[in-house]
């Protein structure tokens, strides 16, 4: 981290980046593997029973203020529908609002919204747990089967528990590598397609051009861009509250050695992106950046300012000898129906609306998780003519790349990240010093959420 730049400051301005997108929590982000990685289109034993319907009902609906502007164009479009819409943090940014207010509606048997959006996407660990869940199972004749299919593989994994679907997917944050075309010409380097090839330019880079960077590890985020996709087991659920925590692991240890050596170098920052010191004196020098669908309008052209026709997108990279490369994401939002719903036909009818209609999710900030809205998405990226080629195809290839074994979970990768390694980073430990003692904070805090650690 910059020294100059106070924390509270770097803390706001990563905050406010991650505002700008409402489906990113930087604190409290989640994996997007499932606890049971069954497929949401089967249904578990228990079946659902609705409380008594009253059609025609006045619905509740609490979203954050990015999506509040969707459900009014809902209501707009919709002028019978009669909906009371309450404007809350959306969960982002490590709140925990949407639990503790369920927790008190259980407690009086009432308060419970119809429809809640969460930025958060390991809400749907506790949300679809208890004797009657907050959501309700969306594939048990709440959402058309049709509908539930229509999204990328794995992207309803976050929401399927025991083999039920406890919410839609309203966006998806799949890992890319992005890379400044421009620059990479001018330097004369190929971009690469495995992380050998990565970790070679990025020495190469530190000694040709030093000061220019490959990628980054003081994100809160880091873990979702390089460990899951390197399919490092940090927490991979095999079962209703069990979970695997290995990063002795082959496949962690190769990534901590591969970012420790690029660290060493100076061509992966121990700073995070939107720090006012890496905006200021480092954004202009990003050659390669593993990260995120959202880096493309947010973080470059948005905060770095980089101008149109630069950068571009390239596939997740893949290790030598692995048979296919993944990749991980870094958000994507979720929209639960609530079981208490005395009008589940109209709290179903907006959140399939909010997570599939290209009125809106055309227009959106992220990259849908419902394939028709994400192809009219990418097209009307394409028109806006900022990138140097087409992100399209690199964009739904990796939406279907994403590891499933990196786990939705009651607790933060990133902040138990935060906690423990950039620290650990910042006073010169590398990160495989580190494995040890993060191994020990994600099981400590495993345990204490009531989950078995293997």
């Given at each position: 981290?910059?020294?100059?730049?106070?924390?509270?400051?770097r803390r706001q301005l990563r905050?406010?980046?991650?505002?700008?997108?409402?489906?990113?929590?930087?604190?409290?982000?989640?994996?997007?593997?499932?606890?049971?990685?069954?497929?949401?289109?089967?249904?578990?034993?228990?079946?659902?029973?609705?409380?008594?319907?009253?059609?025609?009902?006045?619905?509740?609906?609490?979203?954050?203020?990015?999506?509040?502007?969707?459900?009014?164009?809902?209501?707009?479009?919709?002028?019978?529908?009669?909906?009371?819409?309450?404007?809350?943090?959306?969960?982002?940014?490590?709140?925990?609002?949407?639990?503790?207010?369920?927790?008190?509606?259980?407690?009086?048997?009432?308060?419970?919204?119809?429809?809640?959006?969460?930025?958060?996407?390991?809400?749907?660990?506790?949300?679809?747990?208890?004797?009657?869940?907050?959501?309700?199972?969306?594939?048990?004749?709440?959402?058309?089967?049709?509908?539930?299919?229509?999204?990328?593989?794995?992207?309803?994994?976050?929401?399927?528990?025991?083999?039920?679907?406890?919410?839609?997917?309203?966006?998806?944050?799949?890992?890319?590598?992005?890379?400044?075309?421009?620059?990479?010409?001018?330097?004369?380097?190929?971009?690469?397609?495995?992380?050998?090839?990565?970790?070679?330019?990025?020495?190469?880079?530190?000694?040709?051009?030093?000061?220019?960077?490959?990628?980054?590890?003081?994100?809160?985020?880091?873990?979702?861009?390089?460990?899951?996709?390197?399919?490092?087991?940090?927490?991979?659920?095999?079962?209703?509250?069990?979970?695997?925590?290995?990063?002795?692991?082959?496949?962690?240890?190769?990534?901590?050695?591969?970012?420790?050596?690029?660290?060493?170098k100076g061509s992966v920052s121990?700073?995070?992106?939107?720090?006012?010191?890496?905006?200021?004196?480092?954004?202009?020098?990003?050659?390669?950046?593993?990260?995120?669908?959202?880096?493309?309008?947010?973080?470059f052209n948005s905060t770095f300012?980089?101008?149109?026709?630069?950068?571009?997108?390239?596939?997740?990279?893949?290790?030598?000898?692995?048979?296919?490369?993944?990749?991980?994401?870094?958000?994507?939002?979720?929209?639960?129906?609530?079981?208490?719903?005395?009008?589940?036909?109209?709290?179903?009818?907006?959140?399939?609306?909010?997570?599939?209609?290209?009125?809106?999710?055309?227009?959106?900030?992220?990259?849908?998780?419902?394939?028709?809205?994400?192809?009219?998405?990418?097209?009307?990226?394409?028109?806006?003519?900022?990138?140097?080629?087409?992100?399209?195809?690199?964009?739904?290839?990796?939406?279907?790349?994403?590891?499933?074994?990196?786990?939705?979970?009651?607790?933060?990768?990133?902040?138990?990240?935060?906690?423990?390694?950039?620290?650990?980073?910042?006073?010169?430990?590398?990160?495989?010093?580190?494995?040890?003692?993060?191994?020990?904070?994600?099981?400590?805090?495993?345990?204490?959420?009531?989950?078995?650690?293997?």
């Amino acid at each position: 981290m910059n020294d100059d730049v106070p924390v509270s400051s770097r803390r706001q301005l990563r905050h406010t980046a991650v505002a700008v997108l409402g489906a990113v929590s930087l604190l409290a982000l989640a994996a997007c593997g499932s606890a049971d990685p069954t497929p949401a289109t089967t249904a578990s034993p228990g079946a659902f029973k609705p409380v008594a319907q009253k059609e025609g009902s006045e619905i509740t609906v609490w979203a954050d203020a990015t999506r509040v502007p969707g459900v009014q164009a809902y209501q707009k479009a919709h002028p019978d529908a009669k909906i009371k819409i309450v404007t809350y943090s959306g969960d982002a940014n490590g709140a925990n609002d949407l639990q503790t207010k369920v927790q008190l509606f259980d407690r009086t048997g009432s308060g419970w919204p119809d429809v809640a959006f969460s930025a958060n996407v390991n809400d749907a660990s506790w949300a679809s747990q208890g004797k009657t869940p907050y959501a309700a199972p969306v594939n048990q004749d709440v959402i058309s089967q049709s509908t539930l299919k229509g999204f990328a593989d794995g992207a309803l994994n976050p929401c399927t528990f025991n083999g039920d679907t406890y919410c839609l997917r309203n966006d998806l944050a799949q890992n890319v590598l992005w890379y400044n075309q421009r620059l990479m010409d001018k330097f004369g380097y190929s971009v690469p397609t495995t992380w050998e090839e990565y970790q070679a330019l990025g020495k190469k880079v530190a000694k040709e051009h030093p000061g220019y960077l490959v990628g980054t590890a003081g994100d809160a985020w880091s873990p979702e861009v390089y460990f899951w996709a390197s399919q490092c087991p940090a927490s991979t659920a095999t079962g209703a509250k069990k979970v695997k925590v290995d990063l002795q692991d082959s496949k962690c240890t190769r990534m901590a050695k591969l970012l420790d050596s690029l660290i060493a170098k100076g061509s992966v920052s121990k700073d995070t992106v939107f720090s006012a010191g890496f905006i200021k004196n480092k954004a202009s020098k990003v050659l390669m950046l593993p990260g995120p669908s959202w880096y493309g309008q947010v973080l470059f052209n948005s905060t770095f300012k980089i101008p149109k026709g630069q950068i571009a997108a390239a596939s997740p990279l893949k290790f030598e000898g692995d048979a296919k490369n993944y990749t991980g994401n870094v958000g994507g939002g979720l929209w639960f129906v609530s079981s208490h719903s005395k009008n589940l036909k109209a709290a179903s009818d907006l959140v399939t609306w909010m997570a599939t209609s290209d009125a809106y999710q055309s227009t959106a900030a992220t990259y849908p998780a419902y394939k028709k809205a994400a192809v009219t998405w990418l097209a009307n990226q394409k028109k806006t003519g900022y990138f140097a080629e087409d992100v399209g195809p690199v964009f739904k290839e990796s939406a279907e790349l994403i590891w499933p074994g990196w786990s939705a979970t009651r607790y933060s990768q990133e902040a138990i990240y935060s906690s423990t390694v950039i620290p650990a980073l910042n006073s010169g430990k590398t990160l495989t010093d580190t494995l040890g003692t993060w191994q020990t904070a994600i099981t400590d805090k495993a345990k204490s959420l009531g989950y078995t650690v293997n």
